[in-house]
C-alpha cells in the first residue's frame, strides 16, 4: 500500500471535485527534508528551530544558525518555508538553559521567553532574514503567543533586525512574510486584531486541544481524555476557519491532527487548504485526497459535530471510509 500512495506523491493533492489542498512537511532535522521535498510537498508549513538548538551544547551564533537557515530554504528548492522561533519551554527542554517551574506548559515557553530576551531573539530573527535575504521563500512563524501586544513587540524586533541587516549588507533584502501559532484559546476570539497585525496564521492543534481541554497532552494518566476530535475543538476549529476566511487571513493547520486521515477530512470539510504534517503522513494524504470529494465532505462534517464525543467522530468517519472501500 505504501508504494501505491508513493507512486502518485508527484500528483498534486485535488479531490475529485477539484479542490486543490497545499500540502506542506513539518521538520526540525535537515534529514527529515532531503526527498520528500523535492517531490509531492508545497514547501516546509513548519520548520521547528528548537530542533538545532537541542543539538548543541550552547545557544548557536548568529552565522552558525544562518547555515542550517540556509540549508533548509535550498533543501526546499524555491518553496515556501516557514521558520518558527526558539519554542522552548514547556516539554521541549535545553539543557544549556534549564527552566524549573511548578506548571512549565502554562509557564514560560515558546515567545514569551524570546521576548524576554531579546539578545537571543534578535540573533534568531537576524539569522532568519539573513538566510532568506535573496528570496521571497521565507516565512517567520512566533510560538504561544498569547496576547496582541506579545504580536507587537514581536514585530518591533523584526523591523529592528530587518532595518541593521539592511544597512549592515549595504543592500536591498527580502521582508519576511510574519505570522503566529493559533495554539492558546483565546486567540481564537481576537482573529480580527491577528489580521491586522500579521500575514498568516498557523493552528497548532498539538497545544491547542491541550489548553482547549486542560489536559496535559504528555501525560499518559489523562491520554484518553487529550482528543483532537471532541466537538467543542471541532467546532472552534470550524469557527477559526470562517473568521481566517472573513478577515482574509491566511490559515494554515500544522498540529498532529493536519496528518491524520479522519482529522484531513473533517479539516478540509471545514474549508482549511493548507495542511503541514509530518514526512510519514505525506503520500498517504495525499493519495486520501484524491479520492474523495470536497462537497460530500460537507454533509459528513455536519454529522461531525452534533455527536457527543471524540470517539463517535471517529466512528462515524472511519463508516465512511468504509463505506467508500
Ligand atoms: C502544535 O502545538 O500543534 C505544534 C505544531 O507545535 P508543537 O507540537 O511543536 O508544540
Ligand atoms: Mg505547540
Known amino acids: 500500500l505504501q508504494n501505491r500512495y508513493a507512486q502518485e506523491l508527484n500528483l498534486p493533492a485535488e479531490t475529485i471535485d477539484g479542490k486543490r489542498i497545499h500540502l506542506y512537511l513539518n521538520a526540525g ?86 521576548l524576554d530576551h531579546p539578545e537571543l531573539f534578535l540573533v534568531q530573527l537576524r539569522a532568519m532574514i539573513q538566510a532568506g535575504a535573496d528570496s ?60 491586522r497585525r500579521v500575514d498568516f496564521v498557523s493552528v497548532g492543534s498539538n497545544d491547542l486541544t491541550q489548553y482547549m481541554l486542560a489536559v496535559d497532552r504528555n501525560n499518559p494518566r489523562v491520554s484518553t481524555l487529550y482528543d483532537c476530535y471532541h466537538p467543542g475543538i471541532l467546532r472552534a476549529l470550524k469557527r477559526a476557519r470562517f473568521d481566517c476566511w472573513q478577515y482574509h487571513l491566511p490559515v494554515s493547520v500544522c498540529g498532529e491532527l493536519a496528518g491524520e486521515p479522519i482529522g484531513v477530512i473533517l479539516l478540509v470539510a471545514m474549508g482549511y487548504d493548507q495542511l503541514s504534517m509530518n514526512q510519514g503522513s505525506l503520500a498517504r494524504i495525499n493519495y486520501l485526497l484524491r479520492r474523495v470529494s470536497h462537497s460530500d465532505l460537507s454533509e459528513l462534517l455536519e454529522m461531525a ?21
Not at 550552547?58 to 528548492?77: D, G, H
Open 136 to 195: 521571497d521563500q521565507l516565512h517567520i512563524l512566533l510560538p504561544m503567543v498569547s496576547s496582541l501586544d506579545e504580536i507587537d513587540q514581536a514585530i518591533t524586533y523584526l523591523e529592528q533586525a530587518y532595518f541593521e541587516l539592511k544597512s549592515d549588507l549595504g543592500k536591498d533584502i527580502f521582508r519576511p512574510k510574519i505570522g503566529i501559532m493559533i495554539e492558546v484559546p483565546a486567540l481564537l476570539y481576537q482573529l480580527a486584531e491577528v489580521a
Open 305 to 325: 459535530l452534533t455527536l457527543s464525543s471524540g470517539q463517535e467522530v471517529r466512528e462515524l468517519v472511519r463508516e465512511y471510509f468504509e463505506s467508500r472501500e
Open 29 to 114: 532535522l535537515l534529514s527529515s527534508l532531503e526527498s520528500e521535498i523535492a517531490e509531492g510537498s508545497d514547501g516546509v508549513g513548519l520548520y521547528r528551530t528548537e530542533i538545532p538548538f537541542m543539538l548543541h551544547q550552547r545557544f548557536p551564533s548568529e552565522s552558525e544558525q544562518v547555515k542550517v537557515y540556509r540549508q533548509v530554504l535550498e533543501i526546499a528548492c524555491g518553496k515556501p518555508v516557514v521558520m518558527r522561533t526558539l519554542d522552548v519551554g514547556g516539554d521541549k527542554p535545553l539543557a544549556y538553559f534549564p527552566i524549573n517551574e511548578e506548571n512549565p506548559f502554562l509557564g514560560w515557553r515558546g515567545i514569551r521567553l524570546s
